[in-house]
């Protein structure tokens, strides 16, 4: 089984898409294995963020991130993290296929829903930052 993370990010959880987003997550198969709502400080955002720290988008993705709660899931299935890109469609939800998570909600590249894992490593990272 391999393991990759989903957040569900300020803007859609203050829309209400929280259970629409995990009604989809367990309706492709997904197993939920971990799941918190929080509020990101911004120490543990910027760790979290970390390997974008020298990119210009870094100070208002901190600012984005913690502007309102989240909802971090850890999500388990054979090839989870493609899987779960697949489903959630790319970064800009105006270039997202139809019927993917950022497409149905995200508004922009920047308040785009959700998060996703981009490789197995990260996956293993990323849903260790948030679950033991």
Not at 17 to 41: C, N, P, W, Y
Not at 64 to 91: F, H, K, M, Q
Not at 111 to 119: C, F, M, P, W
Request: proline share 5%.
């Amino acid at each position: 089984m391999q393991k990759t993370l989903m957040i569900i990010k300020p803007d859609a959880v203050a829309a209400h898409h929280v259970g629409d987003i995990i009604a989809r997550v367990e309706k492709e198969g997904f197993t939920l294995t971990g799941l918190r709502m929080l509020q990101l400080s911004r120490q543990q955002a910027e760790l979290f963020y970390a390997v974008h720290k020298e990119r210009p988008f870094f100070p208002g993705l901190i600012h984005y991130i913690t502007s309102g709660p989240v909802v971090v899931g850890r999500l388990e299935r054979d090839n989870a993290v493609e899987l779960w890109r697949r489903v959630i469609g790319a970064t800009d939800p105006k270039r997202a296929e139809p019927g993917t998570i950022r497409s149905q909600f995200g508004t922009d590249i920047e308040t785009n829903a959700v998060h996703g894992s981009d490789s197995p490593q990260n996956g293993e990272i990323e849903t260790a930052f948030f679950f033991d």
